[in-house]
């Protein structure tokens, strides 16, 4: 990364998502935590392993966009999506705040699966025999971060509604403002929309994760579709120290 590119006197971006357009909300740190219950925002960061103070990886960042993505999400109670972060030192040097830009999370594009269509794998090699009721897996989104080397584990959605009990699920969903089936396509999760998920399973887990890919496959057997979730540590989306060498077009 090069230096920092600077917006004003004392404001530089230190996160800005591939697919930003300058839509959305504006929310800002210091605004945030001080709208909201200290105790609700504090057992909000240990539900997601996180906390406030320290020297560890899992002290909270507002600069790094996955604990804000999730944090934010429960804190709301709403899933949203972070596309851009602005750090602001127009504040003491002991209290910066963080200009956050969020956007629907079905603001994302989510490929159809539509047999005859070319679709890739991991690798980006062409899946063939696309059909209705099967086919291997195929990437239905993939993080710029990704990286395969760094990856910490990769779960199963199938396997996770075996690891937890229904109950826990539909209080996690809850808390996001979800519904396992019912109401409207806005309300209903899904395992293809990546901020959904991280949120999901970052709460389940007890763990801030950073899903950087989802593969989608569809078992011959029973002609369900399940999802192969690709999971990196929150650290390595961290922008601590970094700074893009980037416009914000707004």
């Not at 530089?12 to 210091?30: A, C, M, N, T």
């Not at 593969?215 to 989306?237: E, H, L, S």
């Amino acid at each position: 990364m090069e230096k920092a590119t600077y917006y004003s006197d004392k404001r530089h971006l230190v996160y800005k998502s591939p697919d930003f357009d300058g839509q959305g909300r504006i929310l800002l740190s210091d605004e945030v935590e001080c709208q909201y219950d200290r105790k609700k925002q504090n057992h909000i960061l240990r539900e997601i392993g996180l906390k406030r103070k320290g020297k560890t990886p899992e002290v909270f960042s507002w600069k790094n966009p996955v604990h804000v993505q999730t944090y934010l999400s429960l804190l709301m109670g709403e899933c949203i999506r972070v596309t851009a972060i602005i750090q602001d030192l127009n504040y003491p040097d002991s209290c910066p705040r963080c200009i956050i830009y969020i956007a629907n999370p079905y603001s994302i594009s989510i490929p159809e699966i539509i047999p005859g269509n070319e679709y890739v794998d991991l690798d980006g090699t062409t899946v063939t025999r696309i059909s209705s009721y099967y086919y291997k897996p195929i990437v239905i989104y993939k993080d710029p971060h990704f990286n395969k080397e760094q990856l910490v584990a990769c779960f199963y959605s199938n396997g996770i509604e075996y690891l937890y009990c229904s109950r826990k699920r539909e209080c996690v969903l809850k808390e996001l403002g979800l519904k396992s089936y019912g109401g409207s396509y806005t309300e209903r999760f899904s395992w293809d929309n990546p901020s959904h998920v991280q949120a999901y399973l970052s709460v389940l887990m007890g763990k801030c994760i950073f899903v950087t890919a989802i593969m989608k496959a569809c078992d011959y057997g029973d002609g369900y579709p399940y999802w192969m979730i690709y999971i990196q540590d929150a650290q390595d989306a961290d922008c601590d120290g970094e700074f893009f060498d980037d416009e914000l077009d707004e």
